[in-house]
Structures are given as structure tokens and as C-alpha cells.
């Protein structure tokens, strides 16, 4: 089941294991909840991008309107665990590929990781340019094509989970140390955020000045500084 987290106009969009092939998707606010789809397979991921959201059945994908209304879906080849979104295609990875589809579901491009030596744990996409982090202590920018455009390695112990763009920066969290470090779009460190949670963040989101984190779903804000 999927622990990742999007915010859609406004709401908190999560999903809920209701029994062993029963998945709901939720979205809800303070004042409570409203399912708005459910599955019949473990959903591995969900994102969006404006009019469109995108889900990730290991093998499987599904595309919806804003509004959960149903567009199309397709199959993979192989198993994939991230998925992102922009404009005009849909990105989905293992740890070792990145597979490119076009909102009709054609495979329209692929990246070999292994070759440039790169593992994908966590992924987004923005201004044609893809944003990867390894698990490791590797924060890389990638084209389209999978050549890197810049690569940023710590020098220190860490566990580089999870990443997420907000307002032209680059979100990155580090398990180990619990902390946020915080990018330009070009690579280049800007600081570490005062935020400091638990190493058992399952994805975060930010959102209008606060940053939500999901705790195995349990949710908490925390303002960004």
C-alpha cells in the first residue's frame, strides 16, 4: 500500500487498506474525509500535475481527471515502485529505469540508470528535467535523454529517502539524520531546514508555507522557515 501523500485543491489526498484486495482513496481536510475511489490491487504510488492524476499499480497505470474521473490505463512490462508527472508524460522507475509514456500510454522514451551509475529510490519531475535521489548520499539531475546535469554527493553519513520541489527549491530528506536539506534547481546546497521529524517518514508534501509529513498515516504540518 502506498504511503505517499499529494495535496489537491486545497486537500489532503491518501489511501487506506480496506481489506486483503480493497484499496479507497481519500481526500479530506480537518473537518473529515470523503473516499472518492477505491482499488482492486495495491496501489503503489499517486501523483498529479494540474488537470490530471496519475496511480501506480506495480504494473499497471492508471489515469484520471482532477476529480478521480476515469481516462485510460495501460500496462508495463516491469515492476515499478515511483511514478511522476508533468505536462505532457508520465514517468514511472524501478530502482534501475525510468520509463517515459505520453498521456495515451506509448512508451516514448527509457533510461538505462546502471549506465551512468545511478539508482533511483525516489523521484520528481520539473522544467523537463528529472530529480532523483538514491537512497545513498547521491542527490542527481537528469535531461530527458539521462544525461546528468549535475551531481550532488554528501560527504557525510546519510540516507537520501525522499525528494519533492516547492517554490524552485529541491526538498530532500535524510533518514539517518531526520533532517530536510534544502537545493537550488541547479544542484547547489542552500541549507538544512529547522524541521526535524522521525526517521519513519513514509513521503512528505509541501504546500502554502507548511510542509506535511506522513508518519506511516499518521499526518502532521510543520511551517517551512
Request: some cysteine; hydrophobic content about 35%.
Amino acid at each position: 500500500m502506498t504511503n505517499n501523500l499529494i495535496i489537491l485543491n486545497g486537500k489532503i489526498v491518501f489511501c487506506q487498506r480496506e481489506s486483503y484486495n480493497t484499496y479507497n482513496i481519500y481526500v479530506g481536510d480537518k473537518k473529515g474525509s470523503q473516499k472518492v475511489a477505491t482499488f482492486n490491487k495495491p496501489l503503489a504510488y499517486i501523483e498529479y500535475y494540474k488537470n490530471r492524476i496519475a496511480c501506480l499499480h506495480d504494473k499497471n497505470v492508471k489515469l484520471y481527471t482532477n476529480k478521480f474521473e476515469y481516462i485510460k490505463e495501460w500496462s508495463l512490462q516491469y515492476k515499478c515502485y515511483n511514478l511522476a508527472i508533468d505536462n505532457k508524460s508520465i514517468y514511472v522507475a524501478s530502482l534501475s529505469n525510468i520509463y517515459i509514456y505520453d498521456f495515451d500510454g506509448k512508451l516514448t522514451g527509457t533510461i538505462d540508470l546502471t549506465k551512468i551509475k545511478v539508482l533511483c529510490n525516489s523521484f520528481t519531475v520539473y522544467n523537463d528535467k528529472i530529480f532523483l535521489v538514491d537512497g545513498k548520499t547521491n542527490f542527481v539531475i537528469l535531461s530527458p535523454e539521462g544525461k546528468i546535469i549535475n551531481k550532488w554527493t554528501s560527504k557525510k553519513k546519510q540516507s537520501l529517502l525522499k525528494i519533492k520541489i516547492y517554490e524552485k527549491k529541491v526538498f530532500v530528506f535524510d533518514s539517518i539524520n531526520s533532517i530536510f536539506l534544502i537545493f537550488t534547481l541547479t544542484g547547489d546546497l542552500l541549507s538544512y531546514s529547522s524541521i526535524k521529524t522521525t526517521s519513519n517518514l513514509s513521503d512528505f508534501y509541501a504546500y502554502k508555507g507548511l510542509l506535511f509529513i506522513n508518519h506511516n498515516e499518521v499526518i502532521d504540518s510543520y511551517k517551512i522557515s
